[in-house]
């Protein structure tokens, strides 16, 4: 019921919230928007006679941020195959609640509607999808039209597994009991190694995707930190140590938990 409330609670901020960009002075013409030469005036080039100009800091926060938040989504898409619901609505509910992601709106809508680790509620999970929609979210759209023709999906445990399988196809995450990281897979298994049992049977050592079978984190390259540059444009540049919030400083990386490999 508490995540029910949050999830409400969010929708109806997050729905009410501008996301305005963060604008500075013209460096340029210094704000004026351009210059007055004899009897004519010209616009600056460089702001089109706005006078303001895109924060280049925030751009690069932007850039960064789009980076983190699709390794955010895949780590949400791989905790919910692997049946971890906490892990994946709290990657999600930050995407949406911080980010206004369409995306992450789509996938909490689904376990509401599923009852993944919180009550099912249909007219909380219609109104996710609305908004997801309202985004632009194509998955959404098509969402709400299978409610509308054939109504909402059971919250059963068949339903809920077979949901799981086919996000586990599409993402080519493993649900396999032995790949406890949920790592991504890459179809081919480097050297033919496998493990089995006396019965037969077998698994596949699969090399991990995400890190390339390094182990490491890539977004920090193993450090479990990295540097960013403050003040560049302002004159008072330096650089400062931050701790990597993809591996939340272990170094290792979130697809295969610094094996390199995962099991399939």
């Known amino acids: 019921m508490k995540r029910l409330f949050i999830l409400t609670l969010l929708l109806a901020l997050v729905s009410g919230a501008s996301f305005a960009q963060k604008t500075i002075t013209c460096p340029m013409c210094g704000g004026l ?114 409610i509308k023709s054939s109504g909402y999906w059971e919250a059963t445990d068949a339903k809920r597994l077979w949901f799981r399988q086919a996000l586990s196809v599409q993402t080519g995450v493993s649900m396999s009991p032995g790949n406890s990281g949920g790592g991504y897979y890459q179809g081919v298994s480097p050297g033919g190694n496998s493990r089995g049992s006396s019965s037969g049977s077998s698994s596949e050592r699969l090399r991990c995707a995400a890190c390339n079978g390094t182990g490491r984190c890539t977004m920090c390259n193993g450090r479990g930190e990295y540097t960013i540059e403050t003040g560049y444009y302002t004159g008072n540049s330096h650089r400062k140590w931050v701790t990597c919030d993809i591996c939340h400083g272990t170094g290792q990386c979130q697809g295969c938990y610094g094996k390199g490999f995962i099991w399939r």
């Open 33 to 146: 928007g351009g210059t007055y030469m004899a009897y004519s005036y010209i616009p600056c080039y460089y702001c089109m006679g706005e006078g303001t100009v895109p924060d280049p800091n925030e751009a690069m926060q932007k850039a960064y941020n789009y980076g983190a938040n699709l390794m955010a989504m895949l780590m949400g898409k791989s905790a919910l195959v692997r049946g971890d619901y906490e892990e994946a609505y709290d990657l999600f509910d930050k995407l949406f609640s911080e980010e206004n992601s369409a995306e992450a709106a789509l996938y909490l809508g689904a376990m509401v509607e599923l009852g993944m680790g919180m009550e099912s509620k249909k007219s909380l999970a219609l109104k996710l999808y609305k908004y997801a929609a309202d985004l632009g979210n194509s998955d959404a759209k098509a969402a709400l039209q299978r």
